[in-house]
């Protein structure tokens, strides 16, 4: 994923990261496009005040505070696959809205290749947004949960927690 890091000015042709995943995913999580921090981190969701690993830690036990590394292999291991909806874009800042001629991500493509997802989760409204422009091209359920970010503060940490409990009931129903 190194190769894929992109830091740089604020505003940035920026080019987003490959996606995470094991041998057989049953949850595509599906972000928007990597936050500044997350792109200086060469991270998902590397912005420590992101709820995205804290909601991991409620779910599947995967300490935030492991090794970015051995969070992924958790992860993985879980079944979930991690990417995002946006591939490159240009973006001042990390707002959503700020993204200006998003290239999008081979979706269909990755599910031909993992046909073992059952759920595509879309972290936030924004990724749900871009999602829409190739959901005519996907037959597999998804849903559009709280962003994780820090902006959305309509949502406390608790209530997020709740909302992505569909992602473990997902990944336990197999097992």
């Not at 599906?30 to 936050?35: E, Y």
Request: aromatic residues 8%; proline residues 6%.
């Amino acid at each position: 994923m190194a190769d894929q890091c992109r830091a740089g000015s604020p505003v940035a042709t920026s080019a987003g990261f490959l996606p995470e995943t094991g041998d057989s995913p049953r949850v595509l999580i599906l972000g928007s496009f990597p936050s500044v921090k997350s792109l200086e981190h060469c991270e998902y969701y590397g912005n420590p005040q992101n709820h995205f690993w804290k909601i991991m830690v409620a779910l599947f036990a995967i300490d935030h505070r492991l090794p970015y590394r051995d969070r992924i292999a958790s992860l993985t291991g879980h079944h979930i696959a991690l990417w995002d909806v946006v591939r490159s874009c240009s973006r001042k800042g990390s707002a959503d809205e700020e993204i200006r001629e998003p290239l999008l991500n081979d979706i269909p493509g990755f599910l031909t290749a993992h046909p073992t997802v059952q759920l595509i989760v879309l972290n936030g409204t924004a990724a749900g947004h871009y999602y829409r422009r190739i959901v005519m091209h996907v037959s597999i359920v998804h849903r559009i949960l709280p962003s994780t970010s820090p902006a959305n503060a309509r949502y406390t940490l608790a209530e997020k927690t709740e909302a992505w409990k569909i992602v473990r009931e997902t990944c336990e129903n197999e097992e």
